[in-house]
């Protein structure tokens, strides 16, 4: 059973940063994309970022990602993705869920438990 694990939320005043890590059991190359969605609260689960093995692109992002305020990388060796965010805004509050999804399917495969992100002064 493939587990994923997050951490590294937590409460941060407006304008500050955090770090989301997702360590993935197993081994990253068995899946077509490692990433993030999110949910506030009231509202669906809307996609983040993800790295991507193959294809046109090694990652895929949300608006946030391609301004530059949300970076998300990879550290193949101890099969972890991670999710930089800057400059973060009330907005930005939501539980964070990593997913790794498995070639040839179309939505995620597996889901971590989500790590809560709280953006408040």
């Known amino acids: 059973q493939v587990q994923l694990m997050e951490s590294g939320g937590g409460l941060v005043q407006p304008g500050g940063s955090l770090r989301l890590s997702c360590v993935v059991s197993g081994s990253m190359s068995d899946f077509a994309a490692v990433g993030w969605y999110r949910q506030a609260p009231g509202q669906q689960r809307e996609f983040v970022a993800a790295v991507m093995s193959g294809g046109w692109s090694d990652t895929e992002g949300n608006e946030d990602i391609r301004r530059g305020r949300f970076t998300i990388s990879r550290d193949n060796a101890k099969n972890t993705v991670f999710l930089q965010m800057n400059s973060m805004k009330p907005e930005d509050t939501a539980v964070y869920y990593c997913?790794?999804?498995?070639?040839?399917?179309?939505?995620?495969?597996?889901w971590g438990q989500g790590t809560q992100v709280t953006v408040s002064s």
């Open positions: 997913y790794a999804r498995r070639t040839g399917e179309s939505r995620p495969t597996y």
